[in-house]
């Protein structure tokens, strides 16, 4: 709506360029009407993907205890948490707060001058936790950002890319968590289903998954029964040692 706007102002002939970071079928739809027998270039990074994505299933009700527990146990130093609405940003930053760790928030409604003042300090490693909703999933390039994490699930397949792609730039190792609990499955495995992913279920060593949680999920028929707690006999590969990663990640942010 905003582009035809725009178009409407500007003269029939001139010269237009577009450009987009990916290319779904709205976009290239969008192409077919805004240009004329364009060229076409793309471009792709040949090395292989740095971002290593996890997710964890935790009980209903656990996440804030266990995020709290994942920042204060690997020391993180910049953490960008993704949540799906202005007041759970607030709601997620006081609860943070009394556990000892403080958090910014970063979402609609806060003034332009405010945001580019919180995402400086956030870049230059003055804040740790900043809390966000999907205004920060596109356009924001933060360097050597370590570690991102999906509080709450993105309500768009297609957010769930954007968000996770702020880490794990320019070669740069990355890290993607996704807390999930049993009401998330279902519409995790259609995130998976539409960006092509599958991701292994694991535990948070301490925060085991109870019984009536399982039983839940069964009952709801949305996922397969758990994988074993990280570090409990799997062959280690890339992804699994996140424990490395994690501890050059401090000791670069010391």
């Not at 360097?143 to 740069?172: C, Q, T």
């Not at 109870?210 to 028929?221: G, H, T, V, Y």
Request: aromatic residues 6%; charged residues 30%.
């Amino acid at each position: 709506e905003e582009l035809a706007n725009l178009l409407a102002l500007m003269p029939a002939k001139k010269q237009t360029m577009l450009f987009s970071a990916t290319f779904p079928e709205q976009v290239t739809l969008l192409t077919q009407s805004l240009l004329n027998n364009p060229v076409e270039i793309q471009v792709q990074s040949k090395d292989e993907s740095t971002l290593v994505q996890r997710v964890f299933t935790v009980n209903k009700g656990e996440k804030t205890t266990v995020l709290a527990h994942l920042i204060k146990a690997h020391k993180w130093r910049q953490a960008l948490i993704f949540v799906n609405a202005k007041k759970d940003c607030e709601h997620l930053a006081g609860k943070l707060e009394k556990r000892g760790i403080n958090a910014q928030v970063f979402h609609g409604d806060k003034g332009q001058s405010e945001r580019t003042r919180v995402i400086e300090k956030f870049k230059a490693g003055e804040i740790e936790v900043l809390i966000a909703t999907d205004i920060a999933a596109r356009g924001l390039d933060i360097a050597k950002l370590p570690v991102v994490i999906n509080f709450n699930l993105p309500r768009s397949p297609a957010d769930y890319m954007h968000r996770i792609g702020r880490s794990g730039r320019a070669g740069e190792v990355g890290l993607a968590l996704s807390l999930i609990d049993y009401e998330d499955f279902h519409h995790f495995k259609i995130i998976e289903k539409k960006n092509k992913l599958r991701l292994e279920r694991e535990e948070v060593t301490g925060f085991a998954v109870n019984q009536e949680n399982l039983d839940a999920a069964q009952a709801l028929k949305n996922d397969k029964p758990m994988a074993k707690p990280a570090g409990t006999g799997k062959k280690k590969n890339k992804a699994d040692d996140i424990d490395d990663v994690w501890s050059g990640w401090r000791g670069r942010s010391k």
